[in-house]
């Protein structure tokens, strides 16, 4: 069974930032592809970055050069450190484990950018 751990949202002012946490179990961790996706009520889930497991980092056009990904895995730990944050990065964040047919959801973690 797989289980996430999700933890470091909240509510913060434009231009400060947050670093998101994902612990996972129940995978072989390495193995997987990880991502961090945002979705905002009566819209769609969007990519916000992913790691692959040799290490190739992409990030959606929105976040490149504020958002960094990281990914731990002897702590089976995927990170997002988010700066410079602004009112439309405002979304239920979750993280996201991949590999072949195999996918696998957070329950989610609010963020709020607003003064």
């Known amino acids: 069974q797989v289980q996430f751990v999700e933890s470091g949202g909240g509510l913060v002012q434009p231009g400060g930032s947050l670093t998101l946490s994902c612990v996972v179990s129940?995978?072989?961790?390495?193995?997987?592809?990880l991502g961090w996706y945002r979705q905002v009520a009566g819209r769609q889930r969007d990519m916000v970055a992913q790691?692959?497991?040799?290490?190739?980092?992409t990030y959606s056009d929105s976040v490149k050069g504020r958002f960094t990904i990281s990914r731990d895995n002897a702590k089976k730990m995927v990170y997002l450190q988010m700066n410079t944050l602004k009112p439309e990065d405002t979304a239920v964040y979750f993280c996201?484990?991949?590999?072949?047919?195999?996918?696998?959801w957070g329950q989610g973690i609010q963020v709020t950018v607003s003064s």
């Open positions: 996201n484990v991949r590999q072949l047919g195999n996918n696998f």
């Open positions: 790691i692959t497991p040799s290490g190739r980092i």
């Open positions: 129940g995978i072989t961790f390495r193995g997987y592809v």
